[in-house]
């Protein structure tokens, strides 16, 4: 297996290059046909989102699927080589991996990437552009980055405001479904958290606005109720969670109203989530029991926290992905060591027999026990010739230059080249089968 | 006046004979098994694992290891619970007269009532708590273990099958209440303070937390009332005399009933929950442990000396 991966992402190149390289989805087909006939490539697949564009290929050389990438779009050389990166064999695999796994990621841990993969992997395979080495590698990425998902908490903890306040509101409360949310200041920020809450239960949502058409609009959109902004105070009491996001220059809610609310609510605990800047809800409102009040950079600080979190567990995650990459290549290499071992065997055998059969005139008069003594001495010098070159495959089975080391005994022997497991059909049989995650022996 | 009513009639032995046992017992293999001590130990160990659980998730802040603690506590249960029973067979009474005795069953009773919750609440971080506390509680029962100990004859009652299993089993409830308030403590200061940590993530809500505690309470605190009117009861009709009220483990237990119909009050009529509701559901388990842990330290029928 012969891979080549060739790639820019948001690493690597600014959107005015990224958005010359993508592949729109509707053209995805034709540019793989493309790609497979220029590039002479015998497996392809193409990754496009906004964040990056991926070739990987099985079979031709970096610089053809290069001139592939500069034709295609009508790009000169000079303008994309140097964000560019190009990557081969295991450093491909390596980073098919860590792409799947949202490594490397721009949000590390985000979830899309896997999904975007998944589908750039279907288009490929309905296209029919993927064989036995990119699927066995693709399904092989879909395991791994289900073991990083699982195994590390590199997606676990809440990245934006909106999702930080949603997780914050399930420390504080058993269940969002049945309660109450009130946004004050219909602003995007407030509606984005307020979406998250009523995705994860949230039941009602009250909206109220100094220009009371805003709120009427926005209380549309989630089923919710408008309040006018004189009266908001009256309700403030039925609201679980309280989302404040005013343009006002003064606290909305201070200390004082706060302790009417809470003693309204018989303790019940509120969370005030202030958004605005400036703030609109006093800070000496945390202070009161049962109350719970984030400012913006309060979220920022829990985003902050989360991010390191998932930075530690990204260290933990290469390390999943080191073990992989190895074993993957392992499996991979002794694909192609262990059937030429079977082949080179199955070839001398075959060399045997006809001499055997060639001489089998010369050797009439020979007795039943005189035959079989021919038999086993041809037999036995097969074995020790044999006995070396095989030792030495095998040994080379889980080394990195095993594939070389096979293609030179292959050229040695004189076996036609195989390009995988599926190549040697005919042969054994035993090698024959596409299954990608059981090495062939 | 303990010491006048033990002066008045010595308590009788069992052990010089064991009557109930066969002798020649002994020198059965699964005699020596079944022992206990040997029983006691094994839980003890087992409950070992719980405690490592508890010790590493506090550590490691991340919720680790729970279901091999969780049947390491199953298997400690089983065999402190048979201990429990083997100890009855031996004395042929209910074991609850001795400290380390009435140490066992609160550890054993603990355990079935760990996973009662478990499965309403499902909060493994319960444990945290529960799991250290179980261990110690064998842990003394191990130390205090003595195989002449004999029931009082001043216990020797019916009253002691109602009396003893009805405290004990509000003290576990109580126990419980008390865990939760703590878990409640942490969580609030956690989200006060806003400085996240990955262990609050795993700690349940404030709700579930408040919740709990609310409900074991309503439960511990009627068995602990019921428990001290058995009492009450009992000394009546045995007779104790006038003064069996100033026992020391009365008058505390009386205060800790106090702090407890305090709580109740205020949270049924001022509404009170979370933090203040909280602390005074710590104040109040201070006030079990004196009366429970405390009373080797006083006087009394509650000395559980002989």
Known sequence: MQLALIGVSHKT???????????????????????????????????????????????????????????????????????????????????????????????????????????????????????????????????????????????????????????????????????????????????????HLKRNGVSSVLVTNRTFEKAVEVAKVFDGAAIPFEHFTDHIDRADIVISSTGAPHFVITKPMAERIIKHRKNKPVFFIDIAVPRDIDPAVNEIDNVFLYDIDDLQQVIDANLKERLKEAHRAEEIIDGEVQAFCTRMQSREVVPTIVEMRASVEKQRHEEIERYRKKMKDFTPEQVAIVDQITESLVNKILHNPITQLKGMAHDPRGADFAETARKLFNIKPSSGPSGSEGTTGSTGRSSDDEPPV | MGGRVRGEEKFFTLHPALPLLPQKSVHFPYAIIFRMLTLLRLALGLYFLGLTHSVLTVLRRRETFFWPAAFAMIAGFICQATAIGYRAYELQSFPVTQLYESFSLFAALAVPVFFIVYLKYRIPSLGVFAFPMIFLMTFMANMGYDQSDAIPAVLMSHWLYIHAPLVILGYVALFIAVSAAVLYLVQEHELKSKRPRMLYQRFPSLEVCDDLAYRSLAIGFPLMTLGMISGVLWAHMANWGPQWELDTKVLLSFFTWLIYLLLIHYRLIAGWRGKKAAYLAIAGFVGVLATFVGSTYYSGFHTFTQ
Do not use: W
């Open chain 1, 13 to 195: 190149a600014p959107v005015e290059i990224r958005e010359r390289l993508a592949f729109p989805s509707e053209k995805m087909r034709a540019a793989l046909e493309a790609l497979m006939e220029r590039a002479k490539a015998g497996e392809a697949m193409i990754l496009s989102t906004c964040n990056r564009v991926e070739i990987v290929a099985e079979g031709p050389s970096d610089e053809l699927i290069r001139q592939f990438l500069y034709e295609y779009h009508r790009i000169g050389a000079e303008a994309v080589s140097d964000h560019l990166y190009c990557l081969q064999n295991a450093d491909a695999i390596r980073h098919v991996f860590r792409v799947t796994s949202s490594l490397d990621s721009m949000m590390i841990g985000e979830p899309q990437i896997l999904g975007q993969v998944k589908e750039a992997f279907r288009i490929a395979n309905d296209a029919g552009t993927i064989g036995t080495n990119l699927s066995a590698l693709m399904n092989r990425a879909f395991a791994v980055a289900k073991r990083v998902r699982s195994e590390t908490g590199i997606s676990q903890s809440a990245v934006s405001v909106s999702y930080a306040a949603v997780e914050l509101a399930r420390q504080i409360f058993r269940d969002l479904t049945g309660k109450t949310v009130m946004i004050i200041g219909a602003s995007k920020m407030g509606e984005l958290a307020a979406r």
